[in-house]
């Protein structure tokens, strides 16, 4: 079964920390993708991030960087020096075969506050 | 801005009561998907629509349907409404299906019952 955890419901951190927002995987697949998503307050979901199964490279953006490591079936977010616009739930979600089509399975996602 | 457009934003009624959301998809994209948000729940897919066509099914109840039209726009329809119901509902698009692609979400629709 396709599954998705995030075992962190909730996390608080005071700006410019740093903070890692964990998630770990369960498929039977062997190419399959992983995604995040972030919901801000005003509640739109924003995607962020697509990887690719064979690709194990880690990937950063800005401030954002991403560790994706096959061995533990995790693709773990960080945030760098986190502000308070970062404030947000964010969903690790994963793309895979469920039921013969293909779907796109949440984590029950993780509440960011940064603190001033 | 994802490209995605969801009518209303808002929306609230009564149990028993039929209710019709709608989805506009990014421009070029011809899957569409309806997810359904709750707080006990969490993001559950509902459907998927391909080019006009059922492509998948989720966690949908017999109470709902949906449809994708010849342009491509889609429509949610919630019959029988009970107060379990009151939940956001995220319309998705991308450009044909795949699992390879990202979603990208319209800003939903807040459904409450009264």
């Known amino acids: 079964a396709q599954k998705v955890t995030q075992a962190q419901t909730e996390i608080s951190v005071v700006e410019k920390e740093d903070v890692t927002l964990d998630c770990v995987y369960e498929t039977r697949d062997t190419t399959y993708y992983l995604f995040w998503y972030k919901q801000p307050p005003s509640g739109e979901l924003v995607f962020l991030i697509r990887r690719n199964s064979f690709d194990e490279q880690n990937e950063i953006s800005g401030r954002y960087s991403w560790n994706f490591q096959k061995s533990t079936s995790s693709f773990n977010f960080t945030i760098t020096a986190s502000q308070v616009v970062d404030s947000a739930v964010y969903f690790c979600?994963?793309?895979?075969?469920?039921?013969?089509?293909?779907?796109?399975?949440f984590g029950q996602g993780t509440r960011l506050t940064i603190n001033p | 801005d994802s490209g995605v457009t969801q009518t209303p934003k808002h929306l609230i009624t009564a149990t028993g009561q039929r209710v019709t959301l709608r989805c506009s998809p990014r421009s070029g994209d011809l899957s569409v998907y309806w997810y359904q948000q709750s707080l006990d729940q969490g993001l559950q897919f509902l459907i998927q629509y391909y080019n006009g066509e059922e492509r998948a099914k989720g966690n949908i109840l017999e109470r709902f349907s949906a449809q994708q039209f010849p342009d491509l726009h889609s429509e949610l329809n919630l019959s029988s409404l009970e107060l379990g119901d009151s939940a956001l509902y995220f319309c998705?698009?991308?450009?044909?299906?795949?699992?390879?692609?990202?979603?990208?979400f319209g800003d939903g629709t807040r459904l409450s019952i009264l």
């Open positions: 998705a698009s991308s450009h044909d299906g795949r699992s390879n692609q990202p979603q990208h």
């Open positions: 979600a994963l793309s895979g075969l469920i039921q013969g089509a293909q779907k796109l399975v």
